[in-house]
């Protein structure tokens, strides 16, 4: 009886498995890729490799943002993007944490390396009209390990220094 009970769970086990399997994990689909300066704080010729993920709820796209785009890339900080219409319904004291994409766009010299020519052109585009916060978790540039507080990154500020 123990082993008929074994096999029974065993084979339970796999199903739930298989199920777990079978549908994309939150990890796909990360598929945007963005080279852009200006994201990390001390260093504005550094580009923050962004990794994008479209179709959200409520409309958001999410970016992991690493200092290069090694195997072994730190994970330096994620930006979220959001349309006009969104930013709007924000009050003006969340609203002064993003920045304007239409007007960051010059600042940060973005390149979209997976993308032609044409491709990259409309896409930067579509995302004019967006706005864009950033949470910084690592200064890469200054420490070997994630230290210090975690920031909201002001791109606009960064310009000015």
Known sequence: ?????????????LAVAGAALAH???TMGWNIHIDAKRHIAGDLDAVAHHYCKGGLPGGVTACQLYDSDEENARLIGVEFIIGADAYATLPETEQALWHYHKEEIDE?????????????????????????????IWDSPQDELP?????????ADNAKR
């Open 108 to 136: 940060v010299d973005p390149v979209l390396p997976e993308m032609t020519e044409e491709e990259a052109a409309e896409f930067v585009k579509s995302i004019e009209e967006t706005y864009g916060k950033i949470f910084l």
């Open 147 to 155: 230290v210090g507080q975690p920031q909201a990154y002001d791109i």
């Open 24 to 26: 994309e994990p939150p």
């Open 1 to 13: 009886m123990h082993q008929i009970s074994s096999a029974v769970v065993s084979v339970i086990g």
